[in-house]
């Protein structure tokens, strides 16, 4: 299970090259290991198990399902219009960008099992401190594509995750 900025209690050992504790004799954490990515997602293994990791990202992130990417988008809001922005305006947004602006990243889901949570690196389980988002995507292997733009006045990250077997329309 993922331990976030604390020590895996299990014997679980983490290699990582950071040091949130600044303590370089410390052990690993998850959360150590999450912050050795240094482009805008990456992949590491925590007990065994892949994990993306969405680097330097706000905590705000969220997930939609989308018709051209079978596995839906993660949403990184760098920056929203107002405060008084609704939930509405962000996913007429995300939907506004064209899959041409998508990038693929080299960066590959290995076979999931449709079952994800989406989580605040830092935090640890099971009693989340932060909100946590339960994600069902279709069993399969997943290729992440990345898109960074400014509609409607949003400054959206955008991560999509196609299904590795599917052409991309």
Not at 37 to 56: Q, R
């Amino acid at each position: 299970m993922w331990r976030g900025s604390e020590t895996p209690s299990d014997g679980r050992v983490v290699e990582a090259k950071f040091r949130w504790s600044a303590e370089p004799d410390k052990p690993a954490s998850d959360y150590d290991s999450a912050c050795d990515i240094e482009e805008l997602v990456g992949m590491i293994s925590v007990a065994g198990h892949p994990a993306l990791v969405l680097g330097d990202e706000v905590p705000m992130s969220t997930w939609l399902p989308h018709e051209q990417f079978s596995g839906g988008i993660l949403v990184v809001p760098m920056t929203w219009p107002s405060d008084q922005t609704d939930d509405e305006s962000l996913v007429r947004a995300v939907h506004a960008v064209s899959v041409k602006d998508f990038s693929r990243t080299g960066v590959s889901l290995p076979l999931s099992s449709g079952s994800c949570r989406l989580i605040a690196a830092v935090d640890n389980g099971p009693c989340w401190a932060y909100p946590t988002l339960r994600i069902s995507v279709d069993t399969a292997s997943y290729s992440i594509f990345s898109a960074e733009t400014r509609i409607a006045g949003y400054w959206p990250r955008l991560h999509a995750l196609h299904e590795s077997s599917k052409p991309l329309d």
